[in-house]
């Protein structure tokens, strides 16, 4: 009999496992709560890196839809600090970290897909073993799988099944605008070729070019998970008065952002403890953010959940069972460790009474290990 296995959580990491796994002819669907791929915004721009991101972008044969759709023009980086002095500026050009919109990322993974392979608006609410098999719940239903995996993100419900570490608050949270360089070109001059960082006393602006002529914005500050808690609840108005005041003595170029653009929403920062493990289930398995949720201070979250997508698609094409998930979940938590520890060095780093010496430090490091 040809197993069948269900991927709940058709982000990234859970489409680019269902590619690899239907190029190797083996049955595949993901249940995914989206309506339709364009339902809410996907966020902005990833740089994808040569031995995991790309790797599965090779692995998957999608290279030329991939280099069709990205900017490796946008690797650049500049840091301000709060009265907007430029302390940094690298172009970035011989990096090998090409960006890419995760809408753009999202749409080349879904075309390679067979139809049906994504089912949409289905929102899964755990999932439940019977015998050897694996049940998917959905609100009044649920079907069997020989294989589960959970791709289904920071608040997974098929992880509550393999262990009860829950993701913890960062103390950090950001508030995420959109800019297009048209309207806002003071904003784009402000970018460069790629990101800047503008970081002093606990707190930090990212701003982020991305593909279409959109940029994205962040705005970060120190609060409590209660404040955090209350603000994602306030109306725009009051979340902007409220960040515009945390950075009130900031330059008038950089402070002036968190009144325009448009308001995408408030971000608290979340990160599964660092080496989250548990018992290895025959049947079920994790990938990407929802096994090992980090802040996005390492830059490495897609690029962990396309490796992931790799290696679990390797071990499941070569045997099914215990041993390979075993195999997989050993690989994926080394890794994810090491990115894990760099987050949240990454983030202590930014929003620290240091902040601008200690990012200034992280970049020179990165350019002389090239
Ligand atoms: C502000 C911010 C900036 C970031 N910047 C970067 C960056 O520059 N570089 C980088 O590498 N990473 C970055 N990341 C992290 C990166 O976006 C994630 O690590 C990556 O998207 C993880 O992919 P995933 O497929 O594991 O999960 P997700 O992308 O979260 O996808 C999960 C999918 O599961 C679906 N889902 C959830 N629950 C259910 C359910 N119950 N039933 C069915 N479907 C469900 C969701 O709708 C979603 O489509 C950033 C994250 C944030 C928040």
């Not at 089912?119 to 239903?141: C, D, K, M, P």
């Not at 990454?346 to 990165?366: H, I, K, M, Y």
Request: some cysteine.
């Amino acid at each position: 009999m040809k197993e069948r296995i269900g991927i709940v959580g058709g982000g990234p990491g859970g489409l680019m496992l269902a590619r690899l796994l239907q190029r190797q002819g083996m049955s595949v669907t993901v249940f995914e709560r989206d309506a339709h791929a364009d339902e809410r915004p996907q966020g902005g721009s990833l740089d994808l890196h040569e031995d995991t991101g790309q790797r599965a972008i090779r692995a998957a044969g999608l290279e030329a839809e991939f280099a069709a759709a990205a900017r490796p023009e946008d690797q650049g980086d500049r840091l301000y600090d709060e009265a907007g002095c430029l302390l940094f500026e690298h172009d970035g050009h011989e990096a090998n970290r090409p960006e890419i919109d995760r809408s753009d990322l999202r749409r080349i993974l879904l075309d390679s897909l067979a139809p049906g392979v994504v089912r949409w608006g289905q929102r899964v609410t755990g999932i439940a073993s019977e015998g050897e098999r694996i049940r998917i719940l959905q609100e009044g239903g649920g079907e069997l799988f020989d294989i589960v995996v959970g791709a289904d993100g920071a608040w997974s419900r098929v992880r509550s099944f393999l262990t009860d570490v829950r993701p913890v608050y960062q103390g950090v949270t950001l508030l995420e605008l959109g800019f297009d360089e048209t309207r806002h070109p003071h904003a784009a001059a402000l970018a460069g070729h790629g990101k800047m960082f503008a970081v002093g006393d606990n707190r930090a602006m990212i701003l982020q070019r991305n593909g279409h002529g959109h940029l994205r914005f962040y705005c970060g500050v120190r609060m409590s998970e209660e404040a955090a808690a209350a603000l994602s609840e306030s109306g725009e108005q009051e979340i902007r008065a409220r960040m515009a005041d945390a950075f009130a003595a900031w330059a008038l170029d950089l402070r002036g952002l968190v009144g325009e653009g448009n308001f995408i929403g408030v971000r608290p920062m979340y990160a599964m403890p660092i080496g989250t493990r548990w018992v290895t289930h025959p049947g079920i398995t994790l990938l990407g953010d929802a096994a090992h949720l980090m802040s996005p201070f390492s830059g490495e979250g897609v690029n962990l959940a396309l490796a992931d997508a790799f290696d679990l698609a390797e071990a499941l094409t070569q045997a099914i069972g215990m041993e390979s998930i075993g195999v997989y979940e050993a690989t994926m938590a080394a890794r994810a460790e090491i990115a894990a520890t760099g987050a949240a060095a990454g983030l202590t780093s930014v929003f620290s009474d240091d902040g601008p010496e200690s990012v200034l430090t992280r970049f020179q490091e990165r350019i002389q290990q090239g």
